[in-house]
C-alpha cells in the first residue's frame, strides 16, 4: 500500500483530511460565515428577500430565515449546528432566527481574526462567555416594555407587534390583536404551559384578510353529513375508521335465484348497519366524528335516529378534536364505553 500522499490515501474516494487550526477550525468559521453572510440582508422588516429553489424545483421568494435553512438542507457539521441554533429559536419563540444567525456569523467572524493573531480557542471562548454574562446583567436595564397581565388583550397585542409587523407590515396591528385574543383564550392557569398546539387557523377562501376573527371552539371547514345541524350538549363518539358495515378480506360469490333473495340480501346489510347505530344510539352519542367515509346505509341510520355526524380527513385535526371534547379515538366501529365518549358545549353548523 503506497502511502506518498498521506493518510488521505487510506479515506475514500472524494473523502478530505484536515488536521490544525489552519485547515480545520478556520475552515469551519468559514463555512459559518457564509451562512451567516446568505441571510444577513435579510435582517429586519426591510430586509431584502431571497429566492430558494428546492430540491423538487418549488420555488420561494422569503425573507424568513427558518423558510430559507428548511429549504437549502445544509450538510457541512459546522454550519449546520447554526442551522439547528435557528431553529431552535423558531420552535421556542417563532421569531428572531435571523438574529440568530447574524450574530453567531459575526461572533466568529471577530474569533478567526483573533486566532490570527495567536488566541487559543479556549481563551477565545472564556472572554465570550464573561460577554454574555455581562450582557445579561445589562439586558434588564433596556426593556422598552413590560407586561403585567397576561391576560390584558392591549398589553400582548403590544408585544406581539414587532414579531408580525416583521412579516406582515400592511397587517401588523389588525393581526396582533387577533393573535393576543387567541392566546389569552388558550392561556392555562399556569401561564408556562401554554401549548401552541392549541391555537389553530383555518383558511376560508373567497374574502380579505382583515376579516378573520378570533373564536373559541374547535373548527371544521365542512358541513354536517346529516341534516342535523346543531346539538346542544353533545356526547361525542369519534372514530378513525369508515362508519360502514363489515366487509370480508376474501372475495365470495352470492347466488341469487329469485326476487326473495334478493331482499334478504339487502336486509342483512340493513339489519348490520342498524346494529351499529343503536349502539351508539343506547351509549347516548348523539355525534358522531370519523375520519374515513360513511356508507349511504349508516347514515340513513344515523338520520333516522337524529345523529349528528361529521367527517375530518385529517387525523391530526382528529386528535385534536378528541383532545379537545376528552373523547378517545376508537380505531373499530363499536359501542363506546363511557370512558371513550367526549363531551361540548355546543356543535353547530355556521
Known sequence: ??????????????????????????KNIASCREIAAMVKRSLGPNGLKKMVVNHIDKIFVTSDTATIFRELEVQ?????????????????????????????????????????????????????EQACAKALEILPTLKAYEVNDFKHEDEMAMLLKPALMAKLPSYGEFLS????????????????????????????????????????????????????????????????????TETADTKGTVLIKNAEDMLNYARGEETMAEKAVLGLVEAGVTLVVTGGTISNICLHYLEKYKLMAVKIASKFELKRLGRAAGASVLSKLQPPTPDDLGRLDKSHVL
Open 1 to 26: 500500500l503506497s502511502t506518498a500522499s498521506g493518510f488521505n490515501n487510506l479515506l475514500k474516494e472524494g473523502h478530505k483530511h484536515f488536521s490544525g487550526f489552519e485547515e480545520v477550525v478556520l
Open 177 to 244: 390583536k387577533e393573535v393576543a385574543k387567541a392566546c389569552i383564550m388558550s392561556l392555562p392557569d399556569v401561564a408556562t404551559r401554554f401549548d401552541v398546539d392549541n391555537i389553530r387557523i383555518v383558511q376560508v377562501m373567497g374574502s380579505n384578510i382583515t376579516d378573520s376573527y378570533t373564536m373559541r371552539g374547535f373548527l371544521v371547514k365542512r358541513d354536517a353529513e346529516t341534516t342535523i345541524k346543531s346539538v346542544v350538549d353533545p356526547v361525542v363518539a369519534v372514530y378513525s375508521c369508515s362508519i360502514d
Open 76 to 128: 457541512h457539521p459546522a454550519a449546520k449546528l447554526i442551522v439547528m441554533a435557528s431553529q431552535m429559536q423558531q420552535q421556542e419563540f417563532g421569531d428572531g432566527t435571523n438574529f440568530v444567525v447574524t450574530l453567531a456569523g459575526e461572533l466568529l467572524s471577530h474569533a478567526e481574526g483573533l486566532i490570527k493573531m495567536g488566541l487559543h480557542p479556549n481563551q477565545i471562548i472564556h472572554g465570550y
